[in-house]
């Protein structure tokens, strides 16, 4: 079945960086786009990024355009986050979730990992 | 795109019908034919679990007491008879756009009575 379990949360100081990664199993890893999505406590669910199978297309949110950048090893069936400039409102539960197809829009997600967990405080 | 869902909270008794609706600013209905709205169900502790995608198709593994409908601008999530598994925070997303850019809705939280 599918699975994907992110990793790389934890607590980290605003202006810092932190590296998310999320592990597929389960399914053909390097067939499908993938995207990150997060949830700020108390908030509903904001999309941030997506990259298609071979990496060679990325999308980013206005909110994270130029500090997030999004990646992938299909070799290692990993997906990354890489989050730099981090600030207090990107404190959130992060998700990946795998995309319908290869990753071109129109499209949605159909498979989401537990998320991790990023506090950004000083 | 803009995605407005209403009610934002529901309470229901077990076996009673639900209904949550969500409007979008913009249509969602692709050159295609298929309009990109879809619904998920975010249980606590649990990853948000896609039930309906381009409006009205079961995903897979999703009872048939879910339903999806609407076209355009208007959509609808039904649930014929609630169940006590049923209790979580549902969510209408767009993926029409292009360049991408998802949104969601803000969320309905559904209780049981």
């Given at each position: 079945?599918?699975?994907?379990?992110?990793?790389?949360?934890?607590?980290v100081?605003?202006g810092?960086?932190?590296?998310?990664s999320?592990?597929?199993?389960g399914?053909t890893?390097?067939?499908?786009?993938?995207?990150?999505?997060?949830?700020?406590?108390?908030?509903?669910?904001?999309?941030?990024?997506?990259?298609?199978?071979?990496?060679?297309?990325?999308?980013?949110?206005?909110?994270?355009?130029?500090?997030?950048?999004?990646?992938?090893?299909n070799?290692?069936?990993?997906?990354?986050?890489q989050?730099?400039?981090?600030?207090?409102?990107?404190t959130?539960?992060?998700?990946?979730?795998?995309?319908?197809?290869?990753?071109?829009?129109?499209?949605?997600?159909?498979y989401?990992?537990?998320?991790?967990?990023?506090?950004v405080?000083? | 795109?803009?995605?407005?869902?209403?009610?934002?909270?529901?309470?229901?008794?077990?076996?009673?019908?639900?209904?949550?609706?969500?409007?979008?600013?913009?249509?969602?209905?692709?050159?295609?034919?298929?309009?990109?709205?879809?619904?998920?169900?975010?249980?606590?502790?649990?990853?948000?679990?896609?039930?309906?995608?381009?409006?009205?198709?079961?995903?897979?593994?999703?009872?048939?007491?879910?339903?999806?409908?609407?076209?355009?601008?208007?959509f609808?999530?039904?649930i014929?008879?609630?169940?006590?598994?049923?209790?979580?925070?549902?969510?209408?997303?767009?993926?029409?756009?292009?360049p991408?850019?998802?949104?969601?809705?803000?969320?309905t939280?559904?209780?049981?009575?």
């Open positions: 079945q599918v699975q994907l379990v992110e990793s790389g949360g934890g607590v100081q605003p810092r960086s932190l590296r998310l999320c592990v597929a199993s399914f890893f390097s067939s499908y786009g993938m995207h990150w999505v997060r949830q700020a406590p108390g908030e509903g669910l904001e999309w941030l990024a997506d990259i298609w199978y071979d990496e060679s297309h990325k999308d980013y949110a206005d909110s994270v355009k130029g500090r997030f950048t999004i990646s992938r090893d070799s290692d069936n990993t997906l990354y986050l989050m730099k400039s981090l600030r207090v409102e990107d959130a539960v992060y998700f990946c979730a795998r995309d319908r197809s290869y990753g071109s829009s129109p499209s949605w997600m159909d989401w990992g537990q998320g991790t967990l990023v506090t405080s000083s | 795109i803009v995605l407005t869902q209403s009610p934002l909270s529901l309470t229901v008794a077990l076996g009673e019908p639900a209904s949550i609706s969500c409007r979008s600013s913009q249509s969602l209905l692709h050159s295609g034919g298929y309009n990109f709205l879809q619904w998920y169900l975010h249980k606590p502790g649990q990853p948000p679990q896609l039930l309906i995608y381009v409006a009205s198709d079961r995903a897979p593994g999703v009872p048939d007491r879910f339903s999806g409908s609407g076209s355009g601008t208007d609808t999530l039904k014929s008879r609630v169940e006590a598994e049923d209790v979580g925070v549902y969510y209408c997303m767009q993926g029409l756009q292009t991408p850019m998802y949104s969601f809705g803000q969320g939280k559904l209780q049981i009575k």
